[in-house]
């Protein structure tokens, strides 16, 4: 039900948009784009790719600039709507519901939103380039810290005399790799030969942090006792951690950048407009939570913002087990 009223309320709205278009685009046989085909004519008006493609991106079937095949069964599905949203809008407009003063109001609701979205685009086009996002990664370089990765190798065994029984063997030259294979108790290291693969110790039970921390390649540590047995580790190399790409790091500082670029322009539309709400200040209720105050609304579209510093890493999941780290 949910998702045929959203369908019912896409349609609508397209309509009313469509209502607007209808008497300019009679007889209208330049492309509105370069490049741009026509696919359909509805009654003598031309129905473009572009706006196949427009009303899919805005859909969320397709992401906005992305291409859209005219053989595909997508874009004959919206190339259908686009042809019924033309049909509906003629229809409305012999029965005169252009006249109608709510659909006055709903044309000029969307005539805004329409104009206040390029408007977004105008500016984040000119302020989100290739120097802004370069600079950008170039500072946040400088700021950011390189931890240290360590690739270790562990066995897992359930007692501590286990644990002492299998170092007596690694003193006397026996192969790591192959009594991990052959006495570790951890499934997800054991068939590689115990490999923990690299980590930040960041990301590994405070136990681990503890025993590593002041190793050097090739030592053994342990046994050690851990929420899952007694461990035995060895250090196979450590690194410095490789800083992010710019191309990696490239969506989420225009995600940053974007947000920037409509921040400032609403605050200094905001700061240069006289605003008045008129809604009734609320009621005060004792003892009920009270809401932070918002930043000024963003208009669709402009929604996303940056959760974490441009360059900053994603915070590590917690692992199944403290014998799984992320390999990297």
Do not use: H
């Not at 004519?41 to 706006?51: F, I, K, P």
């Amino acid at each position: 039900m949910a998702c045929s009223k959203l369908k019912i309320g896409i349609l609508l709205a397209a309509t009313v948009l469509a209502l607007a278009a209808c008497d300019r685009n009679k007889g209208a046989e330049n492309p509105p784009e370069v490049g741009d085909v026509a696919v359909a004519r509805v009654e003598g008006l031309t129905v473009w790719a572009s706006d196949v493609k427009r009303e899919a991106a805005a859909q969320g079937l397709i992401g906005e600039g992305e291409p859209l095949d005219q053989q595909s069964d997508l874009f004959r599905r919206v190339l259908d709507e686009v042809v019924d949203q033309k049909l509906l809008a003629a229809e409305a407009m012999k029965r005169k519901l252009d006249r109608d003063s709510l659909a006055l109001r709903r044309l000029a609701a969307a005539r805004e939103r329409v104009l206040s979205d390029m408007l977004v685009e105008s500016v984040v086009e000119k302020g989100v380039n290739d120097n802004a996002i370069r600079g950008l990664y170039q500072e946040q370089l400088k700021l950011s810290k390189q931890s240290e990765e360590i690739r270790a190798r562990q066995i897992m065994v359930p007692t501590q005399a286990d644990g002492e029984a299998i170092k007596k063997l690694l003193t006397s030259g026996a192969s790591f790799d192959a009594l991990a294979m052959e006495r570790s108790s951890d499934a997800a290291t054991r068939f590689n030969g115990g490999d923990l693969g690299y980590f930040t110790l960041d990301v590994m039970p405070d136990v681990y942090d503890a025993a590593l921390k002041s190793t050097k390649v090739g030592d053994t540590v342990g046994p050690f006792r851990t929420e899952g047995g007694w461990v035995l580790l060895r250090v196979e190399d450590k690194r410095l951690e490789a800083p992010i790409t710019l191309e990696a790091a490239r969506p989420q500082i225009v995600r940053f950048l974007t947000y920037d670029q409509v921040r400032d322009l609403l605050e200094k539309l905001r700061g240069a407009s006289k605003i008045q709400t008129l809604l009734p200040k609320p009621t005060d209720v004792p003892g009920a939570p009270r809401e932070p105050a918002n930043a000024p609304p963003l208009p669709p579209g402009a929604q996303e913002s940056l959760d974490d510093a441009p360059l900053a890493s994603a915070p590590a999941e917690a692992t199944a087990s403290p014998a799984a780290p992320k390999k990297k």
